[in-house]
């Protein structure tokens, strides 16, 4: 996802590294990149025009944070500004307190508009919301029957009048159906076109008029590019929507269309697709997308970090340690802690080189692992987490490790040899150089 981009601000920040503050001079090289590389990525030009001048004052009156070197907070103002211009926080969906929610899904043919009511209906679904879809997109030939098959492979109910009724007919209907059954949700399909037309327009609003919706989604190919900004315009100028969901992020898609709905609607993408399967669906979280855009977690990390103040002599410590390989769970531990504390997993795995670029599910998988990590290292004497090593070599240590964590002698064994492997690959990389977008500078 957003590789292309990614790659094209990491020349942004190599303009900035090895320069020892952000001045009008040395800051211009750099957003000339930043710019190049979002229109490159079709971002929309306003929207190009905007952040650039955001990111350029916001660089300009920043102090600089001891420790910390100009390209690393730079990127640090571009990824706060990406969160900004993205939605900042991620939006939930409406919730009606006398049932149903009524969700609207609009958007053109071929973006994923029926796989994303299936999708939907399976997330909430999964949140104990009961759920009926409505079929109204009358036009394309397969659309109610591919509904009906998606709602079976869910196990929720599809309301369909098939192809010769009138769709404004099938939506009410579907609505008092959903009443009558004290359905949570309803979503409801719509007919989509090739492109922007003023019958599908005229369709769609009266749609909305009969239904009332609390959620009129759009449903956007993340691979439509530009057009995004224009087509967010247009469905928001004539029908008003509340969000978006923006589809086939598994695709080689540039990241423009995620940054420019927002800009444009002022509405929020409020969940992602990532492949054809019904479970293919996750929510939209802003900070992660901008780290991701960025690939430079650890690099937020670290400036998090001094700009919490953390004792930056100590951390030099820590990577002496670590290039002695001394570096123990006690220090494992506090890293971890540090990480932690930031809310975000950006943390021990993601220094290690090549795992920048993990899903949402991955991430929750290593919350969870992170927890797991933290038992047992809790349950560890001072010396054990001091000395690794005694624990390599014994048996029932591991055993009460694992008794204590509440967590199986297999798990404590992995964690050893994990770590270890991780402290050897920390040296053989050089905290100091090898680690993606460390430039060299002290941990
Ligand atoms: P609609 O015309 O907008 O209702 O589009 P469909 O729901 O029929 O989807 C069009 C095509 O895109 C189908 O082949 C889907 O399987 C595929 N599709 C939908 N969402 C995604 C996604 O998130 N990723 C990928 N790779 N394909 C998707």
Not at 387 to 403: G, H, K, M, V, Y
């Amino acid at each position: 996802m957003f590789d292309a981009l990614s790659e094209r601000l990491e020349s942004a920040w190599k303009k900035l590294r090895g320069q020892n503050k952000i001045s009008e001079s040395n800051v211009q090289d750099a957003l000339k990149e930043v710019r190049r590389a979002l229109l490159e990525a079709d971002v929309n030009l306003q929207v190009t025009k905007k952040f650039i001048e955001e990111v350029r004052s916001k660089a300009l009156g920043a102090e600089v944070v001891a420790g910390v070197s100009p390209d690393q907070q730079f990127i640090k103002i571009v990824h706060e500004e990406l969160v900004v211009l993205m939605g900042e926080t991620d939006a939930p969906l409406a919730h009606r307190e006398n049932p149903p929610t009524i969700i609207l899904m609009a958007g053109l043919q071929g973006t994923g508009k029926t796989t994303a009511c299936a999708k939907l209906a399976l997330h909430l679904q999964k949140q104990d919301r009961t759920v009926l879809l409505v079929a109204t997109d009358v036009y394309r030939p397969a659309a109610v029957d591919q509904l009906i098959t998606l709602g079976k492979q869910i196990n929720v109910p599809v309301f369909e009048k098939g192809t010769q009724a009138d769709p404004v007919d099938i939506a009410r209907e579907g609505l008092a159906q959903a009443q009558a059954d004290q359905i949570d949700t309803v979503i409801i399909d719509t007919a989509g076109r090739l492109q922007i037309d003023q019958d599908m327009m005229g369709e769609l609003a009266a749609v909305k008029a009969a239904v009332q919706p609390d959620e009129t989604l759009l449903v956007v190919d993340a691979m439509t590019g530009q057009e995004a900004a224009n087509l967010t315009r247009s469905f928001h100028e004539q029908i008003g929507i509340t969000g978006a969901i923006l589809t086939k992020m598994d695709g080689d898609t540039r990241g423009g269309a995620a940054l420019s709905i927002r800009q444009v609607s002022g509405q929020p993408i409020k969940f992602v697709g990532i492949g054809e399967k019904v479970e293919a669906l996750q929510p939209f979280y802003p900070d992660r997308m901008a780290s991701r855009i960025l690939g430079m977690g650890d690099i937020l990390t670290l400036v998090e970090k001094a700009q919490e103040e953390v004792d930056l002599a100590d951390a030099a410590k820590m990577q002496q340690k670590i290039l002695e390989a001394s570096f123990d769970f006690t220090d494992f531990l506090k890293q971890m802690r540090l990480l932690k504390n930031m809310g975000s997993l950006g943390g021990v795995m993601k220094l290690i080189p090549g795992m920048n670029k993990l899903s949402t599910d991955q991430l929750q998988q290593g919350e969870q692992q992170l927890k797991r990590v933290e038992a047992m290292i809790n349950s560890m004497t001072q010396e054990e987490r001091r000395n690794p090593d005694l624990l390599s070599s014994n048996p029932s240590r591991r055993q009460r490790i694992a008794t204590g964590s509440g967590l199986k002698v297999a798990d404590v064994s992995k964690l050893i040899a994990d770590f270890t492997r991780m402290r050897s690959m920390m040296q053989q990389f050089g905290m100091g150089g090898g680690l993606p977008g460390m430039g060299g500078n002290p941990l």
